[in-house]
């Protein structure tokens, strides 16, 4: 399964640039939906693995169809709280911290999905798209500038959906044995780090660490326990009021805010 035969495939459907850059978007007329997501993604599996099995759609404890219903929503846009682990410690909040560091997760969920597959932790009603996911996300990471626009953006929507998708209790294509062990596969090391490392930890959301320093205990968490792609990045001002409300400066001296309307003073 080479890259041109997946972008191929991929660029056998007429998705507008336009309508993929709208998939957050909360009109559900002209955005990716769901019907979009099973369409490529049995495309995908019928070229690549002509004869797959598929299995009835694993049975596995879901919450509630409304946060189920949730999770995909999260996707498209429509609803802001994150369901990842988001934690703002209450002695840094409302305070300036000056040179601090944050840590980005490259594709977190996606990359967490691979991650339990090779584990044997994560299993899907059909076998093979465990293998074509994978591929999926090895090109994404390899082949940015060699795909077109359109392609690169379907299979980045591709990898970043399958989250909601597996959680949707509507979705009967492609299901798993248990999707909550995506979001707890990271949140375990967040609340490990978070708890012993509590003068370092200045706030987490979802795919970012903000913390002074990367201490061996972090270095460790990262690289021996988590072992997903990460980058380390220098800030040299933060100030985190509550969740999902903060403002970095990085040092260039470039505002950048989250949760708060920034004014510009007359």
Known sequence: MSPKCIENVLDSFDFSVEYLTNYRSSNT??????????????????????????DIPINHEYQSEAKARTRLSELNGTYKKS????????????????????????????????KLFEMDKLYFNIKEFGILYKTLFKTKLLLKESFSEKNYLLLKILLNFTFGALNYKESKFITCNNPDLIPSYSASSFKFLNENEKDNIIYI?????YLYEITNLVKHQ??????????????????????????????DGNIFSTGIRLFKRD
């Not at 703002?88 to 840590?103: F, R």
């Open 29 to 54: 007329e002209d955005r990716f939906s769901l019907q979009d997501y099973n369409k490529v993604i049995k495309t995908l599996l019928d070229n690549f693995y002509p004869g797959y099995d598929y």
């Open 83 to 114: 369901g990842g682990t988001v934690i703002a410690n209450s002695h840094m909040l409302n305070k300036w911290h000056d040179n601090c560091k944050y840590i980005t997760f490259t594709s977190l969920y996606p990359a967490t999905i691979v």
């Open 205 to 209: 959301d979802t795919d970012q660490i």
């Open 222 to 251: 990262l690289d021996y326990v988590l072992k997903l792609p990460y980058e380390v990045e220098d800030i040299h001002r933060m100030l985190v009021l509550v969740k999902k409300r903060y403002i970095t400066i990085d040092k």
